[in-house]
């Protein structure tokens, strides 16, 4: 079954406390990226991967780490957390332009720093 | 700047009836719009897409239309099911250049039995 999986899903941490959001794929898909959900803010990326070795930054990416050593892997990392990275993140994959370019999401984390 | 926009935050429509939700874009360089629609507690899931060279893409009960000239597209839902409850973000990339998904900022639809 082609799916993206993220894990945690829940997570309550505390400030300063480094965590990683794994999250993996399993359909050969280069397209990878972090968003995350906030109310009356919508989708926001974090970090996307083009390819492996390859990631950018989106349009919130402070305090947010990534990295892409395999393709099917997509690791959202958060070195020092601090209590406005509270939200929902999703992780989502995708094919590269053409026909088939609909973006495949995790189910969810969601982490509260206390 | 938000290159995708969702004006209205939430919709309620009839059981039965049309449900129209519409995304506004800045940016002419993109090459796809696609929908997702989200429930509580799940990740987005694609509903419908359509290419830029293209004004109208049909998929059973939902169309999406695109007028490129006013930059803006609409999903329609004929007709609404209580099913359809959820929230629908409008999503545009191009294939081209940096390769961003832009998201919208989301509307909420629920359809009234």
């Known amino acids: 079954e082609a799916q993206v999986t993220q894990n945690p899903r829940y997570l309550i941490t505390v400030t300063g406390k480094k965590l990683t959001v794994t999250c993996s794929q399993n359909m050969n898909h280069e397209y990878m990226s972090w968003y995350r959900q906030d109310p009356g803010l919508g989708l926001r990326q974090i970090y996307y991967?083009?390819?492996?070795?390859?990631?950018d930054k989106g349009d919130v990416p402070e305090g947010y780490k990534v990295s892409r050593k395999e393709k099917r892997n997509f690791p959202l990392i958060l070195e020092s957390p601090s209590p406005n990275q509270t939200s929902l993140y999703f992780c989502?994959?995708?094919?590269?332009?053409?026909?088939?370019?609909?973006?495949?999401f995790g189910q969810g984390t969601r982490l509260t720093v206390v | 700047d938000q290159q995708v926009k969702q004006n209205s935050p939430s919709l309620s429509v009839q059981e039965g009836r049309i449900s129209i939700l519409n995304c506004d874009y800045t940016n002419s360089m993109f090459d796809y719009f696609l929908w997702y629609k989200k429930y509580p507690a799940e990740g987005p899931t694609f509903l419908i897409s359509?290419?830029?060279?293209?004004d109208k893409n049909e998929d059973g009960r939902f169309t999406v239309f695109l007028n490129k000239s006013a930059k803006h597209l609409s999903l329609h839902i004929v007709p609404s099911q209580p099913g359809d409850s959820a929230v629908y973000f409008c999503?545009?990339?191009?294939?081209?250049?940096?390769?961003?998904?832009?998201f919208g900022t989301g509307t909420r639809l629920k359809v009234l039995a």
């Open positions: 989502a994959s995708s094919n590269r332009g053409g026909k088939n370019t609909e973006a495949f």
């Open positions: 999503a545009a990339f191009r294939t081209s250049g940096t390769y961003k998904y832009i």
């Open positions: 991967s083009m390819n492996v070795e390859v990631t």
């Open positions: 359509i290419s830029s060279i293209k």
